[in-house]
């Protein structure tokens, strides 16, 4: 996997060191008595060059050509080969007086494209000029090193062309400090991003069996036990902490690659940083980072398996004292291998946690599909720093798209596992509080949260005909002018809410419904707040239960938290959410333990019920498990009038 899918040389010099011979040179394979100013450029297929990709070689001469095209074509060049001929002093001391300013003028100072000094006609010369060369790579970095060869013998032709190729596919400069003889604080970085993501037990040491999974994933093949050894050997002799239980440290490994710079051998470093994604500049490539995902109209994006998978080993790796919950440096720890934590504070109220306020395992999945619903190229984004297409394919592999609700409402059924419900209500009706005793929260709770960390999100899951499914609340604040905009009306159950206890609630609630709900496919659900109170009667022209009963509305559901939350008003609206078509069961009465046989019932049934149901609008069922019943018999399929169920 390389970045860089051709290489342009550009091979520039005073006139008659030996361009045009060389590359002629190269291509003929002997040494041409007469050559033109200027060769024609050439491209060499990828399959005869040592790194496989196609290289194209441009001459120049001042002969024939004008500085124009000369600024031209080092603009278009990968790497810039400046000849020199050994036996020319001229020639040499033009390289700093000229040429390497020269290139700094056209291309910037800071310019990336490496450069070659390349010292031809060495079959003239016994001495080299190698003494001459070093200062001057210490004082231009672009230079990324210097070669002596005979276009006459042959000498270091290839070799020549092989750097040049190298020098661009494998650059020094980002990963490796010549001054300071170490590798770029970038390059650790990434490198150290690299051991965490292989050190898969968190122990700080890749030992062997990590060192051998690593490998393969690099390059493709196994490394020799006694090449691992040696390896170590090596380790060990250098640095003293490099190798601890016989495994490599994070000194170590980075140690190791300094060695294969150092030895010219960038290839393999660069060969490890982009399996892991990186590009020349050592930033993630986008294509690493976020493939497309395509997702139609209609369609939602959830969790695979796999990718819970993954995010539930991440979790083990980093839950570090195995209590279940994430203590705020394990939390840290775990995205360490990202450039930024993607969670703030306010996570710690949209799942569940410990009394600490510390993710538990549950919460930190819930979480993941929060933002794998709503933002599904930010989950994407992150399981690539985290690292997982080391032990996966691509991330695409963690996403599964749903389809298109609308086919889930013809066939009446849903293989969706996340709910959006969206939570409305005047101000100060209890919103906050439905959305925290989600997470079990009673009022007593939410009294002692910092409210600047309150979120307008919650997420849990909640069992539907024993089914675990997610269901997310999300408090929308509605706009004076009362209207919604499509990603507000974008959820699977409505739930108005209003306070039983202040008369003015309960008509924005019906105001609501009647402007959005009453004509959409989305079930709605009227909810009581604050029960432990007596209710008042409400401003408005029908009572909540004869509104719900005019409009086929499920009775309000009275809900209270001040001490224990009621929880079944969770349960109604992932059941509506999950069971649109169901909404006339108006009664259903659902109770979390369902034995399993009648889960099944239900669910093989849920056809047979609606058929009953269309036959007649006005019967209601009622599924009703009794406490006596679970000896015994299940569930008792009460019909009744549609007036004496309204008058409960
Ligand atoms: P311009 O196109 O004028 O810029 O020159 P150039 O750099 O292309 O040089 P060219 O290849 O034309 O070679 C100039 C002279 O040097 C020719 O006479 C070559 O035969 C000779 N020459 C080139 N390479 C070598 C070499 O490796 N050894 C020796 N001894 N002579 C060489
Ligand atoms: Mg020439």
Known sequence: MTSKREVRILLVGDPGVGKTSLILSLVSEEFPDEVPAKAEEITIPADVTPERVPTHIVDYSSQEQDEDILQEEMAKSNVIC????????????????????????????????????????????DFSTEEIMRPIMNDFAEVETCVECSARTLKNISELFYYAQKAVLHPTAAVYNSEEKELTLQCKKALTRIFKICDLDNDSILNDGEVHQFQLKCFHAPLHSQSLEDVKAIVKRNISDGVANNGLSLKGFLFLHTLFIQRGRHETTWTVLRTFGYDDNLQLTKEYLSPKIHVGLG????????????????????????????????????FSTCPMMPWGPDVNNTVCTNHNGWISLHGYLAQWELTTLLDVPRTIEYLAYLGYQYLNDSQLSAITVTRDKKIDLDKKQTSRNVFRCHVMGAKGVGKTSLLQGHLNRNLRYVATLNKEHL????????????????????????????????????????????????????????????????????????????????????????????????????PPQSFTCIDK????????????AAYPNLKRLVHMLLVQQNPLWLQEKIRSGAQHVRDIISRDDKIYLKIGLLAAALAGVGFIVYRMSSSSSSSR
């Open 565 to 576: 939350v009621n929880k079944e008003v969770y349960i109604k609206l992932a059941t509506m």
């Open 455 to 554: 979120s307008s999100f919650t997420i849990n899951t909640v069992q539907v005909y024993g089914q675990e499914k997610y269901l997310l609340l999300h408090e929308v604040d509605v706009a004076v002018s009362d209207m919604l905009n499509p990603t507000e009306m974008n959820c699977d159950v409505a739930c108005l809410v209003y306070d039983v206890t202040n008369p003015r609630t309960f008509e924005f609630c019906a105001r609501m419904y009647l402007k959005h709900f009453l004509d959409s496919r989305i079930p709605t659900l009227v909810v009581a707040c604050k029960t432990e109170h007596p209710a008042i009667r409400q401003d408005y022209h029908l009572s909540p239960a004869q509104f719900c009963h005019k409009y086929k509305l499920p």
């Open 299 to 334: 369609c939602t994006t959830e969790l695979s398996l796999q990718g819970l998978h993954f995010l539930k080993l991440l979790f083990q790796k980093y839950d570090e004292d195995n209590d279940g919950y994430l203590s705020p440096p394990e939390l840290q720890n775990l």
């Open 82 to 125: 400046i000849i020199y001929s050994v036996d020319d002093e001229d020639s040499i001391e033009r390289i700093t007086s000229f040429w390497l300013p020269y290139i700094r003028t056209h291309l910037g100072e800071e310019h990336k494209v490496p450069v070659i000094l390349v010292g031809n006609k060495c079959d003239l010369m």
